[in-house]
Structure formats: structure tokens, C-alpha cells
């Protein structure tokens, strides 16, 4: 008798219902809008570049003889460097005082409960579609009262009072996160309940606190508004103001305009360039449960 003949297996077909979405679609769809999007957010950026690198007068699209002038101008002869050291303590002692605060705060909204919890959480929310121009007349009239208008511990104070809502609201979402039962075990080792924070809890919101510590840092940074009202020396004023007295009514320089731009972000650059991947962790987890 012959053999029988081999049994071939047939190969499983493939499945169209598992592959992904990016092998379906033409990678040029993809490439090409992704392309033309970062095409328009460059150009301002040259733009901005051009003008504080070129000489004066120059019409050339390309920064050459390169001149540095323009940066020399505003920092010397218009006070920027004045002007950057008022910010730099402005943002800093923001960053401090938000994140102490809210720390405080947002520990006891995740850890406590008490009768107007929810009420005051939808007023903490509530005061996020309150713009701040609407805080100037009560703000000025209290730090008139105090005597305080003229000097930077007023616009560290609205900063700080501008930061807190947003800020408590995050942190306790993060906190939420971090097991109650890791505070429970420290405490059954002999911790009291602020040991226990500061050694279990504290280091596991590191993500959090320098998310939150940025975002009140940056916004310190750039805001206008405050420094404008409650500042009347210009020794005392921020970087955004100092923009703001490089342009008149009759003329702009633009050179130095766009000198100044560049001094202003490229410390909001440097910060978010170290601390990207803490602030995407600390927003998504302090926004995951609350």
C-alpha cells in the first residue's frame, strides 16, 4: 500500500480586524499636516529671531552680519535687567507660596471629610470663570488699605490668591491617588500624622508639586495685568510691562521688541524643557480622580 500523503496545515489568514489604524491610513496624510502645523508655528519664532538679530534697518530675511545690539539696548539702556530680577522673584516666591498653601489645602479636601466639602470644591471651580481683571478693584482697594500698593509682595499676594483654586484642585487629585492605607501602616509604626505625610506621601507627589509649582511659576511670569495696577515705580516693574513701554504711540522699535521677547521666554523654555515629563505625569494624575 502507498502512504498516505502529509496533511498540510492551512495558514491561518491574517485578520483585517487587527491591524492598526496607522497601517491603514497613507502616512503623507499624517506627515503633511503635521508638517504644515509646525511650518506656521516656526515662522513666527524666525520672525521673532530676525528682528532682535539683524541690524537696524536691515530689510534681509536672513540674520547676517548677525548683531546682538538690540539685546545689549534693552538690557542696559531700557532697565531689562531690572526688570528680569523683579520677575524672577515674583515667580519664584509665587511658586513657594502656591504650592505650600495648596499642599495644605489639597491634603485636606483628599483626607477629610467635613459638611461643606462639595460646596466649597464648586466654589473652588466656580472661581476658575472669574477673569482676573474683575479681582483688581477689591484686590487694589485692600492693598491700599494695608500699604502695600507699590511694592512686589502685592502682586506675589494676587499671584498667589489667582493660583490657589486650580492648584488645590490638582493636588488633591493626586493625593486621592496615593493608597490611605501607606499613611495607616506609618502610623501603626509610631508616625503621627505629619511624619507619616512627609515620609510616605510627600515624596510620591513629586510629579504633582512640580506640575502645579510650574504652572503658578509660568503664569506668574507672564501675567500683566497685576504688575501694571499695583506697580507705579519702574524699578519695581516685570518683564511684561517692560514690553509693554517698549511700544508707543508713535513708534515701536522693533528690534528691541523683539530682543525683549526672546530675554522673556527663554527662561519659560528652560523650565519646561527640564521638568516636561514630571508636568504631563503630575497634570493627568492630579486630574484623574477628584
Known amino acids: 500500500m502507498a502512504p498516505a ?7 491561518p489568514a491574517k485578520s483585517r480586524g487587527k491591524r492598526r489604524a496607522w497601517d491603514e491610513v497613507p502616512r503623507w496624510h499624517i506627515y503633511l499636516p503635521l508638517s504644515i502645523y509646525v511650518l506656521f508655528t ?3 519664532f524666525y520672525w521673532i529671531l530676525l528682528f532682535a538679530l539683524r541690524p537696524a534697518g536691515s530689510t534681509s530675511l536672513v540674520p547676517w552680519p548677525m548683531t546682538f545690539d538690540h539685546f545689549e539696548k534693552v538690557w542696559n539702556e531700557r532697565a531689562f535687567g531690572t526688570y528680569f530680577q523683579n520677575s524672577v522673584l515674583v515667580g519664584v ?8 498653601v495648596a499642599l495644605a489645602g489639597g491634603y485636606a479636601l483628599a483626607r477629610f471629610n467635613f459638611r461643606i466639602k462639595k460646596a466649597f470644591m464648586l466654589a473652588l471651580l466656580c472661581t476658575q470663570f472669574v477673569p482676573g481683571a474683575l479681582l483688581l478693584v477689591p484686590l487694589f482697594e485692600i492693598f491700599a488699605n494695608l500699604r502695600m500698593i507699590n511694592s512686589l509682595a502685592s502682586v506675589i499676594i494676587a499671584e498667589t490668591v489667582f493660583q490657589l483654586p486650580l ?3 490638582l493636588i488633591s487629585g493626586f493625593i486621592r491617588n496615593v493608597p490611605y492605607s501607606l499613611e495607616e501602616a ?3 509604626d ?5 511624619t507619616a505625610f512627609r515620609i510616605v506621601v510627600l515624596p510620591l ?13 509660568v503664569h506668574a511670569w507672564n501675567h500683566f495685568l497685576f504688575a501694571l495696577m499695583f506697580l507705579s515705580d519702574q524699578s519695581k516693574q516685570t518683564i511684561p510691562v517692560g514690553l509693554n513701554t517698549l511700544m508707543s504711540a508713535d513708534s515701536v522699535d522693533l528690534g528691541a521688541l523683539a530682543a525683549g521677547g526672546i530675554i522673556a521666554a527663554v527662561p519659560v523654555v528652560i523650565v519646561f524643557a527640564f521638568i516636561q515629563k514630571w508636568l504631563i505625569t503630575g497634570f493627568s494624575a492630579g486630574a484623574v480622580k477628584g
Open 5 to 11: 500523503p502529509e496533511r498540510v496545515e492551512p495558514r
Open 42 to 44: 516656526l515662522i513666527p
Open 93 to 100: 516666591a509665587t511658586l513657594v507660596m502656591t504650592t505650600l
Open 167 to 169: 492648584s488645590m484642585i
Open 186 to 188: 506609618a502610623w501603626v
Open 190 to 194: 509610631g508616625c503621627n500624622r505629619f
Open 205 to 217: 507627589l513629586r510629579p504633582g508639586l512640580i506640575a502645579v509649582g510650574s504652572f503658578a511659576f
